[in-house]
């Protein structure tokens, strides 16, 4: 599985994974926690994941809503 964490403030990772086709997911603002990111605009910064496809991200984030390192 090839994955990666980015941030996603306004598409900076939804929108590159759509130009590279990959899956850019965008979860729910404070589902993954933000320790440890430069703060761009706190209260619009979310944590996002890459994956080469839906079940990967899947794989990765998980149905619970936990990231799966």
């Not at 090839?2 to 589902?31: E, H, M, N």
């Amino acid at each position: 599985m090839c994955s990666a964490i980015g941030t996603d403030t306004g598409g900076s990772v939804r929108l590159p994974a759509a130009y590279c086709g990959v899956v850019g997911f965008k979860p729910t603002y404070g589902l993954l926690s933000r320790w440890g990111v430069v703060s761009y605009a706190h209260s619009l910064d979310t944590v996002g994941v890459f994956a080469r496809d839906v079940a990967s991200a899947e794989t990765l984030f998980g149905k619970e809503g936990r990231l799966h390192c």
